[in-house]
Nanobody
Framework: QVQLVESGGGLVQAGGSLRLSCTAS????????MGWFRQGPGEEREFVAA????????RYADSVKGRFTISRDDAKNTVYLQMNSLKPEDTAIYYC??????????????????WGQGTQVTVSS
């Protein structure tokens, strides 16, 4: 079992930045690829970014490429999402997720084994 807790959400003006954190407790964090997803009001949950268990590979949704950066610190059991140049359309609840030793980095919710409770990000225009 892995428990995930997100933090760092909040209200920011368009063009601003936020850094989200997701801290894991439980079994061997370094064995998990980690992903960030988001869900806006009335929308389905969508992929944002993912990082491999080794940290050597990352993957991003086209909508956030060049603006968001995912990273991990295994010593702290934490994955981060640095979000720059935020836009109102980035407003959503952001969730982190863990996938045990996958062959590839997935962008679909069904491939992830554990989820956090989410943190709200609101970008005002």
């Amino acid at each position: 079992q892995v428990q995930l807790v997100e933090s760092g959400g909040g209200l920011v003006q368009a063009g601003g930045s936020l850094r989200l954190s997701c801290t894991a407790s439980g079994r061997a964090f370094s064995n998990y690829a980690m992903g960030w997803f988001r869900q806006g009001p009335g929308e389905e949950r969508e992929f944002v970014a993912a990082i491999s268990w080794s940290g050597g590979t990352t993957r991003y949704a086209d909508s956030v490429k060049g603006r968001f950066t995912i990273s991990r610190d295994d010593a702290k059991n934490t994955v981060y999402l640095q979000m720059n140049s935020l836009k109102p359309e980035d407003t959503a609840i952001y969730y982190c997720a863990a996938d045990y030793l996958p062959w590839v980095l997935y962008d679909t919710t069904g491939k992830y084994d554990y989820w956090g409770q989410g943190t709200q990000v609101t970008v005002s225009s």
